[in-house]
């Protein structure tokens, strides 16, 4: 069976990656190279988080892994937040501890997926998010 990710178009969108994983970087590059998405692969809490300072920076969407280097997703997201309330951020983990869980909400997470991200999934939260969440321009 094959998925056909051809109706996702995500063009101008940043999506933030934040993962230190290669194998899991590779599979989230493979799932978006057709989707017209600008990727942004960040491998740290510290990258992130000197990412964020930049005067340009612009993030449609960010995918944050919870146990990454330096400073985790937790805080990455919490001190995110701070200048940021809107984007949407997705807490990848393979915890499934309902205390993990209560800090990446009460962080600022709109979800928090447990590893392993299948495509569907990873897909339908793009689109929930960057697609139908998009309002319709009415025309005159």
Request: charged share 25%; hydrophobic share 40%.
């Amino acid at each position: 069976m094959e998925l056909n990710t051809s109706h996702l178009d995500l063009s101008g969108k940043n999506v933030v990656i934040v993962e230190d994983d290669i194998p899991s970087i590779k599979y989230y590059e493979t799932l978006l190279k057709n989707s017209g998405a600008v990727l942004i692969i960040l491998r740290s809490g510290l990258e992130f988080i000197e990412y964020i300072k930049q005067d340009d920076c612009r993030i449609d969407f960010i995918f944050m892994d919870f146990l990454i280097p330096f400073i985790n997703g937790i805080d990455c997201t919490r001190i995110y937040r701070k200048s940021n309330k809107k984007t949407p951020v997705i807490m990848l983990t393979a915890y499934s501890s309902e205390q993990a869980k209560t800090e990446a909400f009460i962080a600022g997470c709109n979800e928090y997926v447990l590893k392993p991200i299948y495509c569907e999934k990873l897909l339908f939260l793009l689109e929930k998010y960057l697609i139908q969440a998009v309002p319709e321009t009415i025309g005159y």
